[in-house]
């Protein structure tokens, strides 16, 4: 029965804790690993039980238009041409003999790594060079072999038990042949293909699903069959041994491609998980874990717990730009003032280099409000959100935040970048251009040093002018080369 994430009402669970009767999604578990079935509740540290994830797998029932469309794709549809036609216009019988048989091998080594990667939950057909290159040309001749087992568990039916229990080992075996392909195709064994407990025992957990692929699998052949028949009444014999086979050969990545895509779908009752459905990192990227355990805290209503999480991690990274921004979002829903106090110089200077003029606006007047008359401590913190309230066109903010800037520190550095947006807010925001010139000119009598100096005669002239204060504008580049 599907089951929801308790964090995450509208996602489907992947694993659960028996002991705190919780539910999890594969956001709520970055840290786990699907394939080993590990993984270890947050709030516990129990293992998890998995779920597995064939809840969000669509039934294959309801892929039918899909399985048909697999083989006409371009690799697939490529690899049965060539084995279709290229022994046709071999002259010589022995060179044509080989490179049937050669085709014969690469064809079905195709269809069983398409059956293997289908299973793995990667839907699109394998590329043109599966089927003649690498491994997996031995898989062939462990069909032929299974065959010839089959044949002998037949013969040893008959030895055993006479002709009626001759009958019913066929009869399992022809129901069982699907099977038997899936997990030669899974093991790469031949024993386990043809081992009768194996096989019963597939078909056991999948259960009358494998029953309904069986029928569909019998009504294909029937189709496969009559297409072949009415092309071998209708067409020269040539063209029918070549429609034949090439009919023959679609139907047979049809089939193996739905058999790949009930194991994908039964994954969880088969005891395996699809690598295609979550590849597991090398290592558990701990930022994920970290936001799944906050987003969890948050969830429940545990924010004092959040805030802890969030302190710790900033312990580590101070500055880091995320945790930052989780603990101003925090804090600010918390409308906990202390903290914001305690914080206000790392989240001024987040809220600064994003250049959020309204948060900056809102910081400071929280900030005044817990301490009248309130300014940074920092001279650089103090200018960088001077400058972000300037670009938000706060100019009033802006004069509020430098107010006897020259007074509070004469000898930063930092001095004349205050001086000169006390100047530029006071022209652009007020028309107030006296008292920005006298601002300008406060910069070029003690800020001689400063690298403002080389463009404070162009703002004074623009402010002569009323012009807006934006200095030496920079020069338009310019092609040197010598024409022609």
């Known amino acids: ?73 371009a690799a697939p549809l490529l690899v049965i041409a060539i084995c279709t036609f290229v022994p046709a216009i071999l ?100 024993l386990p293909a043809v081992n009768p407990i194996n096989l019963g025992s597939l078909m056991a957990r999948i259960g009358w699903p494998y029953f309904v692929l069986y029928a569909h699998l019998i009504l294909l052949s029937m189709a496969s069959g009559a297409a072949q028949q009415f092309a071998f009444q209708h067409m020269g014999m040539a063209v029918a041994a070549l429609t034949a086979g090439f009919i023959s050969s679609t139907f047979l990545l049809i089939f193996f491609h739905m058999m790949g895509y009930l194991l994908y779908q039964y994954q969880d ?90 948060g900056v606006k809102a910081m400071l007047e929280r900030l005044s409000a817990a301490e009248p008359g309130f300014q940074p401590d920092d001279p650089s913190l103090e200018v960088d959100c001077a400058r972000a309230l300037y670009h938000g066109d706060e100019f009033a903010a802006v004069i509020r935040l430098l107010q006897d800037c020259h007074k509070r520190y004469p000898d930063s550095d930092q001095l004349a970048p205050a001086c000169l947006l006390l100047a530029q807010s006071l022209a652009h925001g007020f028309d107030r251009w006296e008292k920005a010139t006298a601002f300008l000119n406060y910069i070029k009598k003690r800020c001689k040093e400063h690298p403002l100096q080389a463009d404070i005669d162009t703002y004074l002239a623009q402010a002569k002018r009323h012009e807006p204060l934006q200095g030496t504008p920079p020069q338009p580049f310019q092609n040197t080369a010598s024409p022609g």
Not at 9 to 30: E, F, G, I
Not at 158 to 171: E, P, Q, T
Request: with cysteine.
């Open 269 to 358: 009752a088969l005891g395996y998980s699809a690598e295609g459905d979550e590849i597991d990192l090398p290592e558990p990227d701990r930022r994920l874990r970290f936001d799944a355990d906050l987003d969890m805290h948050l969830k429940d209503g545990e924010y004092d717990r959040a805030l802890s999480l969030i302190q710790s991690a900033l312990k580590q990274a101070p500055q880091n730009p995320q945790r930052v921004e989780q603990l101003y979002r925090l804090l600010t829903a918390m409308d906990n003032e202390g903290e914001l106090y305690r914080n206000h110089p790392r989240i001024l200077q987040w809220l600064a280099d994003r250049r959020d003029a309204a």
């Open 1 to 73: 029965m599907k089951q929801d994430c308790h964090y995450h009402p509208d996602t489907t669970a992947r694993w659960q804790c028996l002991n705190c009767q919780l539910s999890y999604c594969s956001s709520c578990m970055p840290d786990a690993r699907p394939r080993q079935r590990q993984g270890l509740c947050p709030h516990c540290g129990e293992r998890l039980q998995y779920l597995g994830a064939s809840e969000q797998i669509v039934p294959f029932w309801n892929r039918i238009p899909q399985f048909f469309r697999y083989p006409f794709h």
């Open 91 to 190: 002259t010589t019988p022995l060179v044509a003999l080989i490179v049937s048989l050669f085709l014969f091998l690469a064809l079905f080594k195709y269809a069983y790594t398409a059956l293997s990667e289908t299973a793995e939950g990667r839907l699109e057909p394998p590329p043109l060079a599966t089927a003649f290159t690498g491994e997996g040309f031995a898989l062939a001749f462990q069909q032929l072999a299974v065959f010839f087992l089959m044949g002998g568990l037949v013969w040893a039916a008959g030895f055993v038990g006479g002709a009626f229990l001759s009958i019913v080992m066929i009869a399992f075996l022809v129901l069982a042949l699907p099977a038997s392909v899936m997990i030669l195709a899974m093991e790469q064994s031949v």
